[in-house]
């Protein structure tokens, strides 16, 4: 049973087109992280957003954690190829267990 | 500063062998996570250390221990590998338990096949 929810699996999408990928849960997680990952290597860290309703953005990338904390929205804006790769969401819960999202593979074609 | 490493980058089993993965934590980081990507799939976490004692794990069998020590490095231990062993195993080391919001970072991982 995966905790995290993540849609939708795979996008492929031109380049200069927005995109919106989302994570869902019916957990509450104390802090929910992004990050991207290239086939043989570690996941990056992009964010961290741990408060309710919280909105950041890291250049084109947006984020957000839902008002209950049971959510995680990313937009990227005009994508790029350097944009493609998996991205996935992870959940804190109970302060020491850590939960992955299945990922969604972004693919920007120029 | 040292980024996480971890190794060897690629083995290759027979099953039920046994198996041990290394990891080195970030510089000052006391805390490491390990976790099993399967192909295709987001990593499932295995268990988390932190300052040399277990704290916290995921839904995996006992044959999955660990080992944290004094200078914060790790490792996973696997025994009577299975074919369904093969995975990608990452490790992650984080600054220390926080009430919410710590953040972890990623070593390359340990590619293991098992036959």
């Known amino acids: 049973t995966q905790l995290l929810e993540q849609s939708p699996q795979f996008l492929s999408i031109q380049e200069g087109e927005n995109l919106t990928v989302y994570c869902n849960s019916s957990s509450v997680f104390s802090s929910l992280q992004w990050y991207r990952q290239e086939p043989g290597e570690g996941p990056v860290l992009l964010v961290t957003v741990v408060t309710g309703g919280e909105v950041k953005k890291l250049k084109r990338l947006t984020f957000q954690f839902g008002d209950a904390r049971k959510d995680s929205s990313l937009h990227i804006t005009a994508a790029q190829p350097g944009d493609t790769g998996l991205y996935l969401c992870?959940?804190?819960?109970?302060?020491?267990?850590?939960?992955f999202g299945s990922g969604t593979k972004l693919n920007v074609k120029p | 500063e040292t980024g996480v490493t971890q190794s060897p980058t690629h083995l290759i089993k027979t099953r039920g062998q046994q198996v041990t993965l290394r990891c080195s934590s970030q510089?000052?980081?006391?805390?490491v996570s390990w976790y099993q990507q399967a192909l295709g799939q987001g990593p499932q976490f295995i268990f988390q250390?932190?300052?040399?004692?277990?704290?916290g794990r995921g839904n995996f069998p006992p044959r999955f221990s660990g080992l944290q020590f004094p200078n914060y490095s790790s490792e996973l231990n696997v025994n009577a590998l299975e074919l369904d062993d093969s995975a990608l195993y990452l490790c992650a080391s984080s600054l220390g338990l926080a009430e919410s919001g710590y953040e972890q970072y990623f070593g390359p991982g340990t590619r293991l096949t098992v036959t």
């Open positions: 250390y932190y300052r040399e004692e277990e704290n």
């Open positions: 992870a959940g804190a819960y109970n302060f020491n267990k850590f939960y």
């Open positions: 510089s000052g980081h006391n805390t």
